[in-house]
Every structure is written in C-alpha cells, then in structure tokens.
T-cell receptor, first 114, second 110 residues
Framework: SQELEQSPQSLIVQEGKNLTINCTSS?????LYWYKQKYGEGLIFLMM?????EEKSHEKITAKLDEKKQQSSLHITASQPSHAGIYLC??????????????FGKGTLLTVNP | DVKVTQSSRYLVKRTGEKVFLECVQD?????MFWYRQDPGLGLRLIYF???????EKGDIPEGYSVSREKKERFSLILESASTNQTSMYLC?????????FGDGTRLSIL
C-alpha cells in the first residue's frame, strides 16, 4: 500500500478559485515537504513542516500539518495559471534507514483554466 | 541558491548499452540521491549516497549501480540498459532537508 496518499489525483479549477490538496499517512510524519513540478522538469521545493499544528504560507500558498502529524494540506488561494503543475508531498523516516530519505506521494496534477 | 545540474535533459540509448547519468551539485552537500519517476508509480528512490564512496540502496536498485568519487558528483550507471528502464531520472542533493532537485533526464531505451 502507498505510504503517502495524495488526493485528489488531478484537479481542474477556474482561475481565481481556491483549492486544497491533501497528503495523508498512516504513520506519524516527522517531516513533511511540499514540492511543485512543471511537466518534464525537476521538483521545486515549496515548504517544509515539522511540528504538529504548524502552518506556513508563501504568497498565495498555505501548507498545514495537523496536530497528530499524519495529514498535511496545501491550500492555494485565488489560483492563477502559474500555479498549474504537479504537486508532490514527501516525508522522511517512513521507509526505514536514513532519515534523509524521502518517500513521496504520487502527486496531484493541477490545471488552472484562464 | 543550490544548483543541481544533470548532464543531459534528453538521452536515447539502445538495449544492452552501458549508460551513465551524471549529476553535479555546487553546495557541498553530503547527501545525494537518484530517483526515477514513472506515470502511476510516482517518484521512487534508486540509490543514495551520504558521503564520498558511500552508498545505500533505495527501493528499486536492481539493474543500476552508482559511483561517488567526489563529493559534488554522483553518477547513476545502467549496466546493461533495458526498455523497462525508459523513464524520467531525477537527481537531488541535501545537507539534511529539504532535498534540492535537478531538472531531470528523460531517458529512452530503444
């Protein structure tokens, strides 16, 4: 079974709408990392969450980690075409061995229609 | 800014060839990683290295090997390329967290 479940798998929104992407684990998350990927390119780091209840924002993107540290959400306010891409969550410590290894969700494909 | 550079964006090779993918980082990071990314399977760790000449298998090491002779460079080697190794390959580096990624190499094995 997938250790990190992302939902939805894909999302199409109209420009200006708000949206939320979720990332859920059955295990406690010691570090949760959000990345964005444009098609065919590398991953760009967005935000890191490590404490239960933590919330971080950058421009119109807000990421939260719940108190139990098993679920994170990424919220985009007033979406723009530049927000389009694949959003991935990654977590460390899930697969054993070094805590520097990350396990990733399968990603959420976001399309923003003008 | 951290810069992780992968030697090729696109590469086409033939079955049975020995293939080298190169990755260089400029931030003196101890940790370097190789992933492959496939539709429906997501990002999967092939190998990682936590120091020069040190390496550890990831989730899918079969058919691959790695080399880290210098701190800034981490090479992924496909010993005898097969068609099921056609994929997007991503390199990353880190001091601890987060990992910083290169632009990826889209490798096609014909």
């Amino acid at each position: 079974s997938q250790e990190l479940e992302q939902s939805p798998q894909s999302l199409i929104v109209q420009e200006g709408k708000n949206l939320t992407i979720n990332c859920t684990s059955s295990k406690t998350l010691y570090g949760l990392y959000w990345y964005k990927q444009k098609y065919g390119e590398g991953l760009i780091f967005l935000m890191m969450l490590q404490k239960g209840g933590e919330e971080k924002s950058h421009e119109k993107i807000t990421a939260k980690l719940d108190e139990k540290k098993q679920q994170s959400s990424l919220h985009i306010t007033a979406s723009q075409p530049s927000h389009a891409g694949i959003y991935l969550c990654g977590a460390d410590g899930l697969s054993g061995g070094s805590n520097y290894k990350l396990t990733f969700g399968k990603g959420t494909l976001l399309t923003v229609n003008p | 800014d951290v810069k992780v550079t992968q030697s090729s964006r696109y590469l086409v090779k033939r079955t049975g060839e020995k293939v080298f993918l190169e990755c260089v980082q400029d931030m003196d990071h101890e940790n370097m990683f190789w992933y492959r990314q496939d539709p429906g399977l997501g990002l999967r760790l092939i190998y990682f290295s936590y120091d020069v000449k040190m390496k550890e298998k990831g989730d899918i090491p079969e058919g691959y090997s790695v080399s880290r002779e210098k701190k800034e460079r981490f090479s992924l080697i496909l010993e005898s390329a097969s068609t099921n190794q056609t994929s997007m390959y991503l390199c990353a580096s880190s001091l601890s967290q987060p990992q910083h990624f290169g632009d990826g190499t889209r490798l096609s094995i014909l």
